[in-house]
């Protein structure tokens, strides 16, 4: 139990305004969105880095856990204090310092909500391509912690490429600065890349320096139906081998086609098993000569139905089908189980046919969905939890798939992060010499394990 | 001094025609591009991945330095074995492992020769981006120990942009697999991004998995002169935010240019301050259309003169300035000291105004020329090794150069690594706090300080 000393110090140090130990506030902060929750003894909003390492200071000294939390929208329990200490709430430190058109960079604050700040460098014709499911709600901080990627990586690449540099506090107050202003930077150790997506276990990030590139003027979206998976992955390859470049290929297969077009009362035809959105981008003059080598490759191919939006009303249309995968899949279940696997691109069909069979096989129902340009499939296993029997098949269930997925040299998550909810599947991705080292860079930056401890391995 | 039984131990293991410690291959082995030399006691050119695991192995048991080697290319005395011990050559594991065409990735050995690699996934209509200037020689093993750029890492990014994975040996013969065959990977710390540029310092490398893209069919390009680099400044800005999306943007500054046009002995506008190149590539009707739009803003604009070549003659003529650079100011003096400082690109002017006035400040002849588009500066400080005073004047010149390029959030080294030839500047970009971290991380890989020693901090 913590000290009531603690508190005192840090409403001291921080204003009152910062430091929190109500029962509503502490059960706020004690969840995220994979469901999982315990309790933090005290919540803290820095508002500044002296706050920040203030909390630090006399967290280390007490050897109080800290849990770093953005918005609170991860899919794995990162950022649920599951060892209670304090939750650290970087919602308030949400300052877009500056955007730099001369430089092509911006430096913000971690509790930047990542649409936000889109928003603001599109103003000045500047683009920040990571583009997360979560992001009008999640915080570039989480993002970073987490390494979060989204519907555009194929093209342009995770939250990772974007980060130029990074501010950071270690466990005991003291600050780093690593990385820089300038994409080429190969002085020292790569001490930012692995603060990238170490989700709040070696150092608490203060402030994030992003690369921004020019914003593509022009896009156009499709949506191409397909009688089987196989018959899309086949087009896809072909359609990345010739050079047409999308910046977004989201697949559905059939499980999600199925429910969306019920949901929606959409009028369906029997033979549509598959469908992808097609989004194009760049300059015009290029996007329309795509678009027509598309549409060419399209009559070469056994594609099923082909649509092109042509206004922003039918781009929402498109787009709908997409969307509302999620409300309509909670009809099915109480609970959704999200898990984010990754296989190579060339195995996608394959995968979704294990896991479909897995599905059968356990009697669950599983909906996937995901980015085929970067081999991401959302995996939703829709379960309730009160039912025991389901749930313990669920669970053999996608053993067994996180088992596939690194037979196929896939990875067990491509954008949630591990947390607590993959801490079990670690073992099939990571030898023990491999885990051993892990735990001493953990040591190495946290010896005494009071950063986001318990979550990863 | 190495106990003779070490080598016996490795010939019997290894074989005698991979371990060598006759004087020549002592010193073939002895220095990279820096000048720096050193001789290590023994050469060992392992051929599979037991070989390097039964040389780190016996080597760890007796507490023998490993310098990992590629061509020995590198500007920074990074594979200079400044311990002794083993030279660690691997010129023999060079081999294209595979080239997947469905998931879009190769698998190599260290000692693939990184042109090779790309003539080979070129016939297959892939590319690999990063092209490093020694790309002809030097290895993707040498490129991923030091995270290599080139020419394109604007548009493409460096040589860590398109690692997917690394097979590595640990100080004491354990073997990791870190990172994957995907885009996406959030699992584990990314010790990949880690190795990546760590010198060979933190492990030895055995493979390397490549991301590979779709080989742009298309490419042009052009030169522009211009009367100051700061027309030439202003003029590229505008080119990017644009959208012209150059793939290379190679400047040359007046010293370079008055080198090579003197060379070459071509006539000289005297107007003539700053040139760049400009290459764009990708689609065929694209780049026309971006080609037009470059002309359109080049008529608009204070360009001095303007060439865009139409045939392969006339490419390798516009080629040829930049290339002739080398050989140029070879003339100037016995030795070239070549630095790659890296600053944000608005501020490109005005760190070449500053290193030019260093320059006089200090009676040297530097020589500029860099990437436009990431800030990175190529100084060649010409020198007679002999002459103590210039010697000495040249020292100081750096310091100031490096403190400089700190000041306005740059970096030390943007492609060359720290090595043995930047350690004594990383006290101005790193804290004594982050150079701890480091030493904590090279603990974590390498506790009795093996592998590599002296490189780095």
Same mark, same amino acid.
């Given at each position: 139990m913590m000290h009531k000393?603690?508190? #005192?110090?840090?409403? #001291?140090? =921080?204003?009152k305004e910062? !430091?929190?130990?109500?029962?509503?506030?502490?059960v706020t902060y004690s969840y995220d969105a994979a469901g999982k929750e315990s309790l933090p003894e005290l919540v803290v909003f820095p508002g500044c880095e002296e706050d920040i390492? %203030?909390?630090?200071?006399?967290? &280390? *000294? %007490?050897?109080?856990?800290?849990?770093?939390?953005?918005a609170g929208v991860g899919y794995s329990g990162g950022?649920?204090? /599951?060892?209670?200490?304090?939750?650290?709430?970087?919602?308030?430190?949400?300052?877009?310092?500056?955007?730099?058109?001369?430089?092509?960079?911006?430096?913000?604050?971690?509790?930047?909500?990542? &649409?936000?700040?889109?928003? *603001?460098?599109?103003?000045?014709?500047?683009?920040?391509?990571?583009?997360?499911?979560? =992001?009008?709600?999640?915080? /570039?901080?989480?993002? !970073?912690?987490?390494?979060?990627?989204?519907?555009?990586?194929? +093209?342009?690449?995770?939250?990772?490429?974007?980060v130029l540099g990074l501010e950071a506090f270690?466990?005991?107050?003291? #600050?780093?600065?690593?990385?820089?202003?300038?994409?080429?930077?190969?002085?020292? &150790?790569? /001490? #930012?890349?692995?603060?990238?997506?170490?989700?709040?276990?070696?150092?608490?990030?203060?402030?994030?320096?992003?690369?921004? /590139?020019?914003?593509?003027? &022009?896009?156009?979206?499709?949506?191409?139906?397909?009688?089987?998976?196989?018959?899309?992955? *086949?087009?896809?390859?072909?359609?990345?081998?010739?050079n047409i470049g999308p910046s977004v290929l989201e697949f559905m297969d059939e499980s999600s086609i199925a429910a969306v077009f019920d949901y929606l009362k959409l009028p369906k035809n029997s033979n549509l098993k598959a469908a992808v959105l097609v989004e194009l981008d760049g300059n015009k003059g290029d996007?329309?000569?795509?678009?027509?080598?598309?549409?060419?490759?399209? +009559?070469?191919?056994?594609? =099923?139905?082909?649509k092109a939006a042509e206004t922003e009303a039918e781009i929402e249309e498109l787009w709908s089908i997409r969307r509302n995968i999620s409300p309509a899949i909670s009809k099915y279940k109480p609970k959704k189980i999200n898990e984010d696997i990754v296989v190579p691109i060339g195995k996608i069909v394959e995968a979704v046919e294990f896991i479909n069979n897995t599905a059968k096989e356990y009697g669950l129902t599983i909906i996937l969905f995901g980015h085929f340009g970067d081999g991401n499939i959302h995996t939703n296993v829709m379960v309730d939890p009160d039912d025991e029997d389901e749930m313990k098949r669920t669970e053999i269930a996608l053993d067994?798939?996180?088992?596939?997925?690194?037979?196929v040299k896939g990875s067990i998550t491509g954008e949630h992060g591990v947390g607590i909810t993959k801490k079990a599947f670690m073992k099939y991705q990571f030898s023990d010499r491999e885990i051993e080292i892990f735990k001493r860079v953990k040591r190495a930056f946290d010896p005494e394990n009071l950063l986001n401890p318990g979550k990863i391995f």
């Open positions: 000393k603690v508190k #005192k110090q840090l409403e #001291k140090l =921080l204003g910062k !430091v929190f130990s109500q029962k509503e506030y502490l390492r %203030h909390t630090l200071r006399i967290a &280390y *000294e %007490h050897k109080i856990p800290i849990t770093p939390r953005g950022s649920v204090p /599951i060892q209670g200490g304090i939750a650290l709430v970087f919602t308030k430190m949400n300052k877009i310092l500056c955007i730099d058109t001369e430089n092509f960079y911006a430096e913000v604050q971690p509790g930047v909500v990542t &649409y936000n700040l889109q928003q *603001e460098v599109e103003k000045k014709g500047l683009f920040y391509p990571p583009d997360p499911a979560s =992001l009008k709600t999640s915080t /570039i901080g989480g993002n !970073v912690a987490e390494n979060a990627g989204g519907l555009r990586c194929f +093209k342009y690449g995770v939250t990772g490429n974007y270690l466990i005991d107050g003291g #600050k780093i600065n690593v990385g820089s202003h300038v994409i080429k930077d190969v002085a020292g &150790y790569n /001490i #930012k890349s692995l603060l990238i997506g170490s989700e709040g276990t070696l150092a608490v990030i203060s402030k994030i320096i992003l690369r921004l /590139i020019p914003l593509p003027p &022009y896009r156009r979206l499709f949506r191409l139906d397909f009688a089987s998976l196989g018959k899309g992955a *086949e087009f896809i390859n072909q359609m990345i081998k010739e996007v329309e000569e795509r678009a027509q080598r598309l549409s060419r490759l399209v +009559k070469d191919s056994q594609v =099923l139905d082909y067994k798939i996180f088992r596939y997925v690194i037979s």
